[in-house]
Antibody, heavy 119, light 109 residues
């Protein structure tokens, strides 16, 4: 069945980097874009951007340029989110979510990865 | 930039009640691009409704969506205990491509 499985929780110090993975199975990976969504503690959902899984071209939302990088490894059907120069305000759960195409929504979500930034 | 405003912020109802959640867009949007999600504590969001009124796979028929233009509604006809959660509307557009509402918390009265 279709699944998105994300990597486990991370505890990082300010200034460090983190790479979150999202492994897809059960569908043609390169047929649907992958969204990334952030949820800070107790807050709502915030769209970070998406990556075209066919071309590898990323699109970043305002506020997520510079320190945030989306990438792919098509050979292992995995999307990645890398965050550099981590700050306390990056503490959040990060979700990958498969774009469903012509339904204009995200139909499958990873379980989320908690990234905690603390000294 | 399209802003989605959800109301109320919190809705207190009892199992068996009917729930009506609102999502208002700052400008007219196409119905095809409006969706609704449910999120329970500690879980990822789940797609309920896409295209304003189409139920996603496996979603019970007590969930329905309606609306057009700037005003959209998610209705839960008879609340089950498992329906108490936070609900988000979302718009797929052009700039920015994706916008979420701030959420409505549906709590047990």
């Amino acid at each position: 069945q279709l699944q998105l499985v994300q990597s486990g929780s991370e505890l990082k110090k300010p200034g460090a980097s983190v790479k979150v993975s999202c492994k897809a199975s059960g569908y043609t990976f390169t047929s649907y874009a992958m969204n990334w969504v952030r949820q800070a503690p107790g807050q709502g959902l915030e769209w970070m951007g998406w990556i075209n899984t066919k071309t590898g071209k990323p699109t970043y939302a305002q506020g997520f340029t510079g320190r945030f990088v989306f990438s792919l490894d098509k050979s292992v059907r995995t999307a990645y989110l890398q965050i550099s120069s981590l700050k306390g305000e990056d503490t959040a759960v990060y979700y990958c979510a498969k774009y469903c195409g012509d339904c204009y929504a995200s139909d499958y979500w990873g379980q989320g990865t908690l990234v905690t930034v603390s000294s | 930039e399209i802003v989605l405003t959800q109301s109320p912020g919190t809705l207190s109802l009892s199992p068996g009640d009917r729930a009506t959640l609102s999502c208002r867009a700052s400008q007219s949007v196409g119905s095809s691009y409006l969706s609704w999600y449910q999120q329970k504590p500690g879980q990822a969001p789940r797609l309920l409704i896409y295209g304003a009124s189409s139920r996603a796979t496996g979603i019970p028929d007590r969930f329905s969506g309606s609306g057009s233009g700037t005003d959209f509604t998610l209705t839960i006809s008879r609340l089950e205990p498992e329906d108490f959660a936070v609900y988000y509307c979302q718009h797929y557009g052009s700039s920015p491509p994706v916008t979420f509402g701030q959420g409505t918390k549906l709590e047990i009265k």
